[in-house]
């Protein structure tokens, strides 16, 4: 079992930055895909970005250019990194491991809680 847990959320003005965590216990993370997801209130989870376990990326063309994922196997921690931040970007974030690089969100096995990003105008 994977337990992931997310932290970095909170409430921004437009155009600011937060820099989202995600940490995994599972000492095999590095041969997972991970992927970031969004879900806001009365709409379906959406895919955000995901990363290899080689570090090759894919992105949601609604934050292509704003958002970058990275991740560190040694920490067994992904970042997703949040600039230019719009009121549209409000959600509860996810992450999640896959075994491989996909934007379908039933392909992810497990999923952490969440964390909560509101960003005013």
Known sequence: QVQLVESGGGLVQAGASL???CAASERTFSFFAMGWFRQAPGKEREFVAVISRSGNT???DSVKG???ISRDNAKNTVALQMNSLKPEDTAVYYCATGNRVTMRVDEY?????????????
């Open 19 to 21: 820099r989202l965590s």
């Open 58 to 60: 894919v992105y949601a």
């Open 66 to 68: 704003r958002f970058t």
């Open 109 to 121: 096995d497990y999923w952490g809680q969440g964390t909560q990003v509101a960003v005013s105008s």
